[in-house]
């Protein structure tokens, strides 16, 4: 008896696979969509073409003054950014002591990244570092007067640094006070209970701006003449106050989504109100709000640049700053100005975004994700 | 200037309700504004957060401009040198805040003179440092050289500011017709004159030199020589010191003194023996004015020096040979026809 010998089998048609394949499917699959396509290609190109030519065949690359950015046709004026660059980062801080900056930056990366990364270890130990020494050595760093470090006046930040000292004090002090203001609301005790409501009210209810113009404007009418509180402090606080407000009202949404039967879980192993809500209540509820938190913080970046109105520059305000600059002056130059600025901000918020996304798919314990 | 008004009614509003303890505050203090600047080893001012010519950062972030140089004369006749001054950038709202509270000792900050934040907002004003005003720009093409002849123009302008009600008065007033796009911001409202949209762009007259710059093409654009308006710009000190109010004042009238008596930066070594007596006086060879305000008998002579007459100062940040090539119009010497005038130093 002969065996049965298959025939090899024939390869799918040619226009069903790869490339072709997936165009026909997806793409031409009916006159409808072929339309569509042809419809949202032509618009693709035509901005690609707007935005190509804009920034990079009609732009100046070189130049050390406005003349270089006066063509008859004329794209991105990027000779002002790059004879800017430095402001735009270190906003006025000294030439000579920008090295201190850097380093600065350069310690929060190597505390942050493995941070950030679950599958390093030491956690404990680099979570000392992130905010017990780095706090430390940042301000003394940054402000100096010690260790035989010239003095810098806050007054002489700007740029980049002033957006995320703002924006990291902020993050970081408004999601343990966000979280006692959450706990606080849900209370028991009722003065405990009514102050964080209070507080949480007040400061949701008024904008950031008024905030920040009361800690600037009004705060020195009451002081006594000479006091003067640093005005980049009384920002920061008023931004950590702020931030933390919105923060609980996020962590108090998880709280609030808890089932009942975890608390008497809990309490039926006879565990604290700490210990319940250490290790059973918060783990769970902080995972569920994982989007609204890195929302609030990335909302919380961007309104770093309302410190213009008290007088701080950070990078937007910043560039906006040397717009005024006669010699930088140009038809192109505010707008070239704006595109990098709105790029910087970009960029943070978009890497925020995407861990949190990595965060979620990470913590994710439903077995069908 | 604009911007400022709307600014500042707020400010006034916030200002009046406090007056009282401001007032209780200023009696506290301790000693005399000098005796603070003194002790604290270098000058507090006020400036703008950035305007082409008068307080704007360069390349390195150093503030260069009109205003800034004012108050590096004022360092320069106080410590016998303009480094010892630092700059606070001030927001429109927060300026008069800012001097009450002794946060700056002075603000050169382009602030119109005005009766009202002479007399009610516990500021002093003592001197015109620029006399600014509304003004009018156009395509040179058009072949208009004065506001005369705008009849039946259509002005595109910022909305809801005095701008608006200036142009309107004017052209109501000479019986012109005129129409007026309103923009909400500056910006757009340069865009559209840009664009073709108007006849003429209108605001205030420094800014106009400074917007033109934005323009494709500035050179086909000029700036009509007649003001419509009177934004005198000074620097201004807090109420009650009137010594410090002085020493501001008469720093001031020392470069436009120096400029009238061809005293520049340059040739002010030669000019130390120079025998003419307003020379003499001015560079304190003669009389007691510098121990008369309280600060060294060189005072007039380091700020000349260092930083140069009125003239110097006005060429240098927004003169002719600068980007923003403003001419001296009313700002030059009374004795070309300007309103530059300084009381005799005698």
């Known amino acids: 008896m002969s065996s049965f010998t298959p025939t090899t089998p024939r390869p799918a048609p040619a226009n069903t696979v790869g490339f072709v394949g997936w165009a026909r499917d997806n793409l031409f699959a009916t006159k409808f969509d072929t339309a569509l396509t042809v419809l949202a290609v032509t618009i693709i190109l035509y901005v690609m073409k707007a935005v190509f030519g804009w920034a990079i065949i009609d732009a100046s690359f070189s130049g050390t003054e406005r003349t270089a950015c006066l063509k008859e046709v004329q794209g991105a004026c990027w000779p002002f950014i790059e004879a800017k660059f430095g402001q735009f980062i270190y906003g006025r801080y000294p030439d000579a002591e920008r090295w201190r900056v850097d380093l600065v930056f350069a310690a929060g990366l190597i505390g942050l990244v493995p941070m950030l990364m679950p599958s390093v270890g030491h956690k404990r130990a680099n979570m000392i570092f992130l905010l017990g020494f780095y706090p430390v050595f940042a301000f003394i760093m940054l402000t100096g007067g010690v260790l035989g470090l010239a003095a810098v006046d806050t007054t002489d930040w700007g740029g980049l640094l002033v957006t995320l000292v703002v924006a990291v004090t902020g993050i970081v002090a408004s999601l343990p006070l966000g979280i006692l203001l959450a706990l606080g609301r849900r209370s028991d005790l009722p003065i405990v209970r009514a102050l964080c409501i209070g507080f949480i009210e007040i400061f949701r209810g008024v904008p950031l701006i008024t905030v920040l113009f009361m800690a600037s404007v009004m705060l020195p009418l009451f002081l006594p003449d000479g006091v003067n509180f640093d005005k980049l402090v009384r920002c920061l606080i008023g931004v950590a106050l702020f931030s933390s407000a919105y923060m609980a009202e996020v962590v108090r949404g998880g709280l609030q989504a808890m089932p009942k039967g975890q608390y008497e879980a809990a309490a039926a192993l006879g565990l604290s109100y700490w210990k319940t809500t250490r290790l059973i209540i918060l783990p769970q509820a902080l995972k569920l709000v994982i989007p609204g938190i890195v929302n609030t913080f990335i909302g919380l970046f961007k309104d770093t640049t309302l410190v213009l109105i008290v007088g701080l520059f950070d990078l937007l305000g910043i560039v906006q700053l040397h717009f005024t600059d006669a010699s930088w002056a140009t038809p192109e130059t505010h707008i070239t100005g704006y595109v990098f600025a709105g790029a910087v901000f970009w960029l943070f918020c978009f890497a925020m975004s995407r861990y949190s996304i990595f965060m979620e798919n990470h913590l994710s314990t439903d077995r069908n994700a | ?346």
């Open chain 2, 1 to 346: 200037m604009q911007i400022k008004r709307k600014a500042f009614i707020g400010v006034v509003s916030l200002v009046l309700g406090l007056t009282p303890m401001v007032a209780s505050v200023s009696a506290q203090a301790a000693g005399s504004t000098l005796d603070v600047v003194t002790q604290r080893g270098h000058l507090q001012c006020g400036v703008s957060q950035g305007l082409p010519g008068f307080s704007n950062p360069d390349d390195k972030g150093n503030w260069t401009g009109i205003d800034v140089d004012f108050c590096k004369a004022v360092a320069a006749a106080i410590f016998g040198d303009a480094k010892k001054v630092k700059f606070t950038p001030l927001s429109a709202k927060e300026r008069f805040t800012a001097i009450q509270s002794g946060e700056v000792d002075i603000i050169a900050r382009n602030t119109t003179w005005s009766m009202h934040r002479d007399t009610a907002l516990g500021v002093d004003f003592r001197a015109v440092n620029y006399y600014d005003g509304q003004g009018f720009m156009v395509r040179a093409d058009l072949g208009v050289t004065s506001t005369a002849e705008l009849d039946g123009a259509t002005l595109c302008t910022n909305q809801g500011t005095t701008t608006e009600l200036n142009a309107a008065d004017y052209f109501r007033a000479n019986n012109m017709q005129y129409e007026i796009v309103a923009f909400e911001k500056a910006d757009e409202a340069v865009a559209a004159y840009n664009s073709g949209r108007c006849d003429a762009y209108t605001t205030d007259h420094s800014a106009l030199y400074a917007q033109r710059l934005k323009l494709t093409d500035p050179q086909g654009h000029i700036v009509l020589p007649e003001i419509i308006s009177k934004e005198p710009l000074g620097p201004a000190v807090r109420q009650g010191d009137n010594n410090w109010g002085d020493i501001v004042a008469w720093v001031h009238y020392a470069t436009v003194a120096a400029e009238e008596l061809g005293v520049t930066s340059k040739n002010i070594a030669a000019m130390g023996n120079s025998s003419n007596p307003s020379v003499k006086r001015l560079l304190g060879k003669d009389g007691t004015f510098g121990r008369n305000l309280g600060i060294p008998a060189d005072w007039a002579m380091q700020a000349i020096k260092q930083v140069g007459n009125y003239g110097e100062i006005f060429e240098r940040n927004v003169g002719i040979n600068t980007p923003l090539g403003i001419e001296r119009g009313y700002n030059a010497l009374w004795t070309d026809g300007g309103l530059q005038y300084a009381p005799p130093i005698r």
